[in-house]
């Protein structure tokens, strides 16, 4: 990949991860974005009930604000997907329930299937089971059909080799499979009745011609005619035997089972233990297992290698790395936009795609932020480690903060004492209902007030973007 370098324009063709609030940040790409989205797939934050629960988000909701909290944002969220476009929920036993019905209300006509993923074979400890499994909600527009995993498939082969598969009974059936790197890229023309080519051949250009002629050397013809071929590229796969290469492709493509048993979807593993592979020791708490999230992916837009790929709650960012997996796999030119409010976007997220685009020495991504303005003053209260801290930053505030209407700042200085006598969660929290929330982050529209201090640079590529303001 290539070093880190300004950004010059910004365009739908740019991997984008994101930092800042999800929810305006969905807002923030429905301008651009909607009706382009082909799958999100999010692993929100799963509410648990444990004491130990140590989320970086507010895990404290009550059941009612967690489901308006998601609501909000699959609201958006929809907006953004094609007609055919899918959404994919990773959720545990805590929410599941819930946000199950919660969908089937938002997506009213489409098909909803819950998937149980075992991702924890050790299991959890609780009070009566373990639980070693969690859920993936499948949310699938009318008529659309998932890929098939490959695994389940049955292949056979594509050369005809009955006693009627004569290469002069079917001549639209006769043309070579072109192999490249153990795969088919291509197909050549129907060749004339008059020629006779060899099984298998060299083309100048290293590809492999293949030919539908058996071990005999009789000339067959290939399951499918020319024109109706490039249908099942997909759908072949190319085998290597002692009689050169064989061609072959699934007639009948097996469902996806409703519970996912495979150890690569071991979160410990696939997850931890892959994650450690790029970052430091403990980086982040339970990583999704990549291949729990490629197969997800790939169910959806395993044949579709333009799909954008969004994910609203991108953690550690398994769902950028597995989009980069299946374009590694074959060949595709999918992009993704992960969005995420936490700093560890960029000691874990970030990093962790820039190291495996580097491993790759493929793939780049554009990293953006939404630009804060009463958000600052919220990060550094909860950065402070003591009273002494927060007066400073209170200090700020006064000076450069959006407040509430509703607060007089002389009133909170004459009180000092008081607020010394709270407890220190409660003077952050104070401080925090003190800001106007309304004005966390700097409105596109505002973009020219000098209050805000804008550079010209980022004016530049925001209007580039979404084009001038009216």
């Known amino acids: 990949m290539k070093k880190e370098k300004k950004l010059l324009s910004l365009s739908l063709s740019d991997n984008l991860i994101i930092k800042g609030n999800n929810l305006l940040s969905l807002y923030s790409l429905k301008e651009k974005y909607q009706n382009k989205i082909k799958l999100i797939y999010i692993d929100p934050p799963y509410n648990p009930d444990s004491k130990s629960n140590t989320f970086v988000y507010n895990n404290g909701f009550n059941e009612s604000t967690w489901l308006t909290f998601m609501k909000n944002r699959l609201e958006v969220a929809k907006k953004l997907l094609t007609s055919d476009g899918c959404l994919i929920?990773?959720?545990?036993?805590?929410?599941?329930?819930?946000?199950?019905?919660?969908?089937?209300?938002?997506?009213?006509?489409?098909?909803?299937?819950?998937?149980?993923?075992?991702?924890?074979?050790?299991?959890?400890?609780?009070?009566?089971?373990?639980?070693?499994?969690?859920?993936?909600?499948?949310?699938?527009?009318?008529?659309?059909?998932l890929n098939k995993k490959k695994s389940d498939i049955k292949w056979q082969d594509l050369m005809r080799t009955d006693k009627i598969s004569f290469r002069e009974m079917s001549k639209n059936c006769f043309y070579p499979i072109i192999v490249e790197s153990d795969k088919v890229v291509g197909f050549g023309e129907v060749l004339e009745s008059s020629e006779h080519p060899e099984k298998s051949v060299v083309g100048k250009n290293g590809k492999i011609y293949v030919w539908p002629i058996d071990s005999k050397g009789i000339e067959r013809k290939w399951g499918y005619a020319r024109q109706s071929v490039e249908e099942i590229k997909d759908f072949m796969r190319v085998r290597k035997t002692e009689n050169g290469y064989k061609i072959e492709f699934s007639k009948d493509f097996e469902t996806y089972k409703s519970v996912w048993m495979e150890k690569k979807h071991d979160a410990s593993s696939y997850g931890t233990k892959l994650l450690k592979n790029y970052l430091s020791e403990n980086a982040f708490s339970f990583p999704k297992s990549l291949w729990n999230v490629y197969d997800c992916l790939y169910a959806v837009i395993g044949n579709d290698k333009n799909a954008i790929i969004l994910d609203f709650f991108g953690g550690s960012g398994t769902t950028a790395h597995a989009v980069l997996e299946l374009n590694k796999q074959d060949g595709g030119q999918r992009k993704f936009i992960i969005c995420e409010q936490m700093d560890y976007i960029e000691t874990v997220t970030k990093e962790r795609i820039r190291k495996v685009c580097e491993n790759d020495n493929k793939g780049s991504f554009v990293y953006l932020e939404l630009a804060e303005f009463n958000q600052q003053f919220i990060n550094q209260i909860q950065e402070a480690k003591n009273t002494h801290e927060l007066w400073k930053v209170w200090e700020k505030m006064k000076k450069m903060a959006f407040l509430s209407y509703k607060i007089e700042p002389k009133d909170i200085d004459n009180t000092k004492k008081e607020f010394e006598e709270l407890s220190f969660t409660d003077q952050q929290n104070f401080l925090i209902s003190l800001l106007d929330k309304n004005l966390l982050y700097v409105p596109y529209c505002d973009i020219e007030d000098k209050s805000y201090q804008i550079s010209e640079e980022v004016k530049k590529l925001n209007y580039g973007f979404y084009g001038e303001k009216s």
């Open 89 to 145: 929920v990773a959720i545990d036993k805590n929410e599941q329930a819930e946000l199950t019905v919660l969908l089937k209300e938002l997506f009213r006509g489409y098909e909803i299937h819950v998937i149980t993923i075992v991702h924890n074979p050790k299991g959890t400890q609780a009070v009566n089971f373990s639980y070693i499994h969690e859920y993936a909600i499948f949310v699938i527009p009318p008529g659309r059909k």
